[in-house]
């Protein structure tokens, strides 16, 4: 009834629009616009508010004052192009999203179920800015995550890169959101990025979020903690490699007391000269609240010194953390004192005094290595 009030409106338009041939023309025009914003909605490429919207542009096409053929055109310009319907995301086929466990300016981490296995897992979405740099980048934590096997360290199932199409990303975005009820942003990325997702093993939550919400502190409990974080950087050090953002929202419980390190974004190799390893000046930086004295020093300029020793200076600190109960405003005041060579005196074992002084040494050579940690009477 619709296609014949509209052809009603098309024929009583101006000299432009009047003859047959021209209605004719325009109506198969509107009727493929019309099937096209059908199509959209049915494989799930625009809401129902979006179809609302474009069936109201198509109508207002037709009863408009300018050239029906200009407003069919403007309505076209307002839809997906073709390959929107071509393309496919192996994300939303292969998994249904549950929830968002964190965002940054990495991209964000779900939680979400396999359809095949019915097993849950999380994955991590990282924009890429359509450069050879980024992606090399990004393609880092994959393959160091990949390469790393190790029960103290998060597991890496697969990894792969989506290109959709313009704006695809976004409205697929909102609609997950929409979805899940969730009312937080949406990363902060361009309408034409590629992504990359990495999935790997679903913890249970962070050790940041353990240490805000404990106030007690059993000494044996977070020295046996300490040992597992320990080993598995021992690990990663051995693998050639430093983490450089080791913090607690980067560790995670597996289970009650089995604790993983995750997050490889920004490890990289070390270099190593004979027997010595070389202090490296490296692009980007980490968590300045965990950072070692010589990582933090040129952070204005997002560039850092590094060797292995740094992530054995933010395993102090760590360490610190688990053995204290501490406000943000003392752990800043205590981190500080010992990125300047000032011992903290708030820890009730003169052992743990004694012990955390040997992983903040502001000579970074003079820092127990992990595996010289591991090995000592403090953590046995």
Known sequence: MLLFQIMGLMCSKGSDDKDASTTETLTVRYQEL???????????????????????????????????????EHVQDQLPRNHDLEFVSEFRTKFEPLDVLGQGGYGWVLKVKNNLDDWEYAVKRIALHKSKVDLKEALNEARAMASFVHPGIVVYNYSWIEEPPSYWQIRSDEKMLNNLNLRCHIPLYRHDYSFLYIQMELCQFTLSKWLDENKHRDLKRMKSWFRQIVSAVEYIHGKGKIHRDLKPCNILF??????KICDMGIVIEQQVDGEFEKTMTVNGTGTEEYMSPEQRALTSLNISHVTSASDVFSLGLILAELCVVMTYHEKVRIFDNYRRGKPSFVFENANTVEFIGKLTVLEKRDRLTCKKMLDEMYLS
Not at 254 to 259: I, P
């Open 34 to 72: 019309l099937a096209t914003v059908e199509r959209l909605e049915e494989v799930q490429k625009v809401t129902e508010k979006e179809k609302e919207n474009l069936m109201h542009l198509l109508q207002l096409a037709m009863a408009g004052n300018q050239s029906i053929a200009q407003q069919l």
């Open 254 to 259: 597996a289970s009650k007391d089995h604790l």
